[in-house]
């Protein structure tokens, strides 16, 4: 159980255009799903954090305006990169924590398989 | 404030030896604590979670870890290293926000797991 299903897993496009990316949960309900970003032999970088319903919190130096979060459903959440540039080439992952409110802290991550974005 | 450090950015083991990801934590309150494992270009994998149960936790795989509160440690453990558990490994601990109103998860800097034949 507790799949995170994560799409597309590779993506090439060119630069000025934009690309949005899919995180659904398949087989539980995710109030609260995260979006990393992580460069090559890092850690994972929190860039928002999006809560169904409401808008998504960002982390200090990212750019809202640029990496659009929707979370519109208890499945879904998309980020779309907006007028991407070389330097937005990057690995992209999303988690999701089932349970609501009351599990809190408790409640593990379930990642995606990511998405590799390149812009050229 | 809650933080992990990961002591070592590599470790590399013999397969059929033992494995010791070590992990540090720091936090305000009881944490929670979780491992994960990342191969190339996937996503994460939870291995297992500390949550103030039982301070030897076992996980998938034949990892397990140990909490150990005087010493601030969560390290994970395996007693024969198999040539498929080469891989990234994260220490992550969990940060409440007022912010955003929800749990946030820090993670440590990672440790690459690599095992010789």
């Known amino acids: 159980g507790a799949v995170v299903s994560q799409h597309p897993s590779r993506v090439i496009c060119k630069s000025g255009t934009s690309v949005k990316i899919e995180c659904r949960s398949l087989?539980?309900?995710?109030?609260?799903m995260f979006w990393y970003r992580q460069f090559p032999k890092q850690s994972l970088m929190l860039m928002a954090t999006?809560?169904?319903?409401?808008?998504?919190?960002?982390e200090q130096g990212v750019e809202k305006d640029k990496f659009l979060i929707n979370h519109a459903s208890l499945t879904l959440s998309t980020l779309t990169v907006t007028s991407a540039h070389p330097e937005d080439s990057s690995f992209y992952i999303c988690?999701?924590?089932?349970?609501?409110?009351?599990?809190?802290?408790?409640?593990?991550?379930?990642f995606g398989n990511g998405t590799r974005l390149t812009v050229t | 404030a809650q933080s992990v450090t990961q002591l070592d950015s590599h470790v590399s083991v013999s397969e059929g030896t033992p494995v010791l990801l070590r992990c540090n934590y720091s936090?305000?309150?009881?944490?929670?604590l979780f491992w994960y494992v990342q191969h190339p270009n996937k996503g994460l994998q939870l291995l297992l979670k500390?949550?103030?149960?039982?301070?030897l936790v076992k996980g998938i795989n034949g990892f397990e870890a140990e909490f150990k509160k005087s010493e601030t440690s969560f390290h994970l453990t395996k007693p024969s290293a198999h040539m498929s558990d080469a891989a990234e490994y994260f220490c992550?601990?969990?940060?409440?926000?007022?912010?955003?109103?929800?749990?946030?998860?820090?993670f440590g800097t990672g440790t690459r797991l690599k095992v010789l034949a």
């Open positions: 988690s999701a924590r089932d349970g609501g409110w009351v599990r809190g802290r408790n409640s593990p991550l379930h």
């Open positions: 087989d539980f309900q995710a109030t609260t």
């Open positions: 999006s809560n169904e319903g409401s808008k998504a919190t960002y």
């Open positions: 936090s305000s309150y009881s944490p929670s």
């Open positions: 500390y949550t103030s149960a039982a301070t």
């Open positions: 992550v601990v969990t940060l409440f926000t007022t912010t955003s109103g929800t749990y946030k998860y820090i």
